[in-house]
């Protein structure tokens, strides 16, 4: 994964700046942390596969359910659970999140089996059935997106995209002065169909129409 570093003298190439005279480093340090916070919630909303992360313990072994624990409390950088699969011995029963409520979730507690619904409670995961014996629990989720504190932290984003945090960059610089708001419309209108076809999204369900109003959240796995 690229660092600011990297990437910094390209975008000042790009600027046809190669010493700080208008832009200087921590500015458009600054404008490269915008673009690859966008570029990441775009991501995480259309493919989050680039993204994914199983919460694994610090002894390196899995959260597990048993009949008397039937929750389970998620990394703290959870931002959004993706897939969760059940593993016991051979048996593998995947629960792709539905949206279960408390009262659902009550309603079943009385019930053992393989636990097959679950739900979000905050930072807890609540299952159903009551477990009848000891799963293992593999969870499957994106985390929250972590700016880099110096050029020499990378951005946390496959280099596949590192070309668009340039561009953003770019634009961000040459558009100094208007909101990054703004910024931000121009860079999905130029970029946004792009991106979309490089994320796999070519469902005509899955199409985006960037507004300020109407940021490309949709049909998203929460």
Known sequence: MATFSDISTRI??????????TFSDTELFNYAKEGAKLLYSMI???NSTYLLTE????DLSYPTLTPTVTTITLPT???????IIINYDTLSTKARQTIVSEVRIAKYSGIQGVPT??????????FAPT?????????????KYTEPETILEDFGIDDTFVPYIIEYVTLRAH??????TLVEQMFLNQKGEILQTLLHKEDPKMMVEPTLTNFPYLQARW
């Open 77 to 83: 950088d959870c931002m959004f659970v993706d897939e």
């Open 44 to 46: 995480a909303t259309m």
């Open 12 to 21: 000042r190439q790009e600027l046809s700046e190669q010493a700080e005279i």
């Open 117 to 126: 619904i679950f739900s979000r409670l905050g930072t807890t995961l609540e």
């Open 55 to 58: 919460y694994i313990l610090d």
């Open 175 to 180: 558009n100094r002065n208007d909101r990054y």
């Open 131 to 143: 477990p009848n014996d000891t799963y293992n629990v593999h969870i499957f989720y994106v985390p």
